[in-house]
C-alpha cells in the first residue's frame, strides 16, 4: 500500500480485482497485472479511493487487499487457475458494499459476480472471446457491463453489453529512445507457436538480420519449442536468446533494435508488445492480425504484413521511418491519463444506470437441450431497459 489519495469530493470507491497468477505490478511478463497496475495508479492520482484484490506480494496505489500471500507462479504453480480465480472473486463480493463501482479483471470467472453482487461490476476482457467455452458462454451473459480492449476482439459479439472499447496504457514517458536504428531485429514475448517465433527466426535467416528474442518459456510446451525451435538457431549463429528480461532492459533491447517483430497468427486481443517497441522509437513490422491494425498505422508505426514475403519487403522500407514521431503517437495514444479517463467515465455511467432485479431461475428450469428453452435464457437475460451500451 502506497500513500492515501488526496481528498476529492467527486471521488469514487474503485475496486480493482486482479487474477493472483503474478503480483501487481509483475517483476517480468503479465500483461493484465501491469494494466491494473498502471490503472490504479491512474485512479489515485485522479483523487479516487481506490482498493487492489491482488496477491500479497503486490505494491499498489491504494488500499491492499490480498488474495492470497504470494503470486501463483512464484510459488511455481502451474496447474489450473479456475479455483483460484474464484477465490478473487468471492474475496471481492465479501468486501462490496465498501465501493461504487468493482471492476474485475478476471474474464469469464467472474461473470456470475458482475450478474448478481449488488455493487455495479465492470468486466475488462483480455483475452480472447473465441475459445476455451467462451462462445458458449458469453450469450448467457447479455446483461453484465462489458469493456472490450479492441475493436477486433468484441467483433464477433455486437450484442453483448460493451459499454467501453478501451485500448490499454502504460506509463511510458520514461521508455528509453534511440533516434537511429539499430543493428537487430527484436522479438519478446513468450515462447509459443501462435507467437511467430518460427516466423521471425525464418526471416532472419533469410535476411542475415541477427535476431535477438526476450521470451519466456515456463511452461512445458514453451521449454519444448525453446529447445526444439530456438535453441537450434543460436547454435547456427542466427538467435541470440536472452530468456525473459525485467522491464529496464527488456526496454533498452527495444530501443536498441531496428524493428520489433510481431509475426504471430494468433489474434492479438490488443498488443502490448507493440506498445512499449514504440514508445522508443522502434518500428513494428505484423501480421495483420487482431488488434494490431489498430495499434499499428501503417507506413507511420510500421507494417503490417500478410506473409514472410512482404516481412522481407517492410524490412527494406522500415528505416525511412520518422522514430522520433512513431515515440510521440505513442506516448499520445497510450498513455495511462488517457485510458484512466476513459474508464472514469465508464465507472460513472454505469453507476448512473438504474439495475432492475433479475430472476433467472425459471430459465434454468427449462430442459438446457429444448430450443426454446435455450431461446428462452436468451430472452430473459437480455439487458434491461436502463442498461448503457457504448464505445
Not at 10 to 27: F, G, S
Not at 51 to 57: K, R, W
Not at 109 to 114: E, I
Not at 302 to 322: C, F, M, N
Request: glycine share 8%; with cysteine.
Amino acid at each position: 500500500m502506497r500513500d492515501t489519495p488526496s481528498t476529492d469530493p467527486a471521488r469514487l470507491r474503485i475496486a480493482l480485482v486482479a487474477p493472483p497468477m503474478k503480483a501487481v505490478p509483475p517483476a517480468g511478463y503479465g500483461g493484465t497485472e501491469r494494466v491494473v497496475a498502471a490503472l490504479a495508479d491512474g485512479l489515485h492520482a485522479r483523487g479516487h479511493e481506490v482498493t487492489v484484490f491482488a496477491t500479497g506480494d503486490s505494491d499498489v496505489a491504494g488500499r491492499l487487499i490480498p488474495i492470497r500471500d504470494e503470486s501463483l507462479w512464484k510459488d511455481s504453480y502451474r496447474g489450473d487457475i479456475s479455483g483460484f480465480l474464484e477465490i478473487a472473486a468471492a474475496r471481492a463480493w465479501a468486501h462490496a458494499d465498501e465501493f461504487d463501482v468493482i471492476h474485475s479483471h478476471l474474464e469469464t470467472h467472474g461473470f456470475l459476480f458482475a450478474r448478481h453482487c449488488p455493487t455495479p461490476v465492470v468486466s475488462t476482457m483480455h483475452g480472447r472471446l473465441d475459445d476455451a467455452g467462451t462462445p458458449e458462454l458469453l450469450p448467457e451473459f447479455p446483461d453484465i457491463p462489458l469493456v472490450a480492449i479492441s475493436r477486433n476482439q468484441r467483433r464477433w459479439w455486437p450484442d453483448l453489453n460493451w459499454v467501453g472499447t478501451i485500448h490499454h496504457g502504460l506509463d511510458l514517458a520514461g521508455s528509453p529512445f534511440e533516434k537511429e536504428p539499430g543493428p537487430y531485429l527484436a522479438v519478446v514475448g513468450r515462447v509459443a507457436r501462435e507467437k511467430g517465433i518460427a516466423e521471425s527466426i525464418e526471416l532472419a535467416r533469410r535476411t542475415r538480420w541477427p535476431l535477438k528474442m526476450a521470451a519466456k518459456a515456463l511452461d512445458p510446451d514453451e521449454i519444448v519449442m525453446r529447445d526444439e525451435v530456438i535453441q537450434p538457431a543460436v547454435e547456427e549463429g542466427v538467435v541470440e536468446y536472452l530468456g525473459e528480461l525485467q522491464p529496464p532492459e527488456r526496454d533498452k533491447l527495444f530501443a536498441g533494435a531496428f524493428a520489433t517483430l510481431m509475426l504471430g497468427s494468433w489474434p492479438e486481443p490488443f498488443g502490448l508488445v507493440a506498445i512499449e517497441s514504440l514508445a522508443t522509437g522502434t518500428p513494428v513490422i505484423a501480421r495483420r492480425t487482431g488488434a494490431l491494425p489498430e495499434i499499428v498505422e501503417e507506413g507511420v508505426d510500421g507494417y503490417l504484413v500478410d506473409d514472410l514475403g512482404e516481412a522481407q519487403l517492410a524490412l527494406t522500407r522500415i528505416g525511412s521511418l520518422d522514430r522520433t514521431e512513431i515515440r510521440r503517437r505513442a506516448l499520445s495514444r497510450f498513455s495511462v491519463e488517457r485510458m484512466t479517463a476513459e474508464y472514469e467515465a465508464v465507472y460513472r455511467t454505469v453507476i448512473a444506470a438504474p439495475r432492475r432485479p433479475r430472476d433467472v431461475r425459471r430459465s434454468w428450469t427449462l430442459a438446457s437441450g429444448n430450443g426454446t428453452a435455450r431461446a428462452a435464457r436468451r430472452q430473459e437475460t437480455r439487458p434491461t431497459a436502463g442498461t448503457m451500451r457504448g464505445g
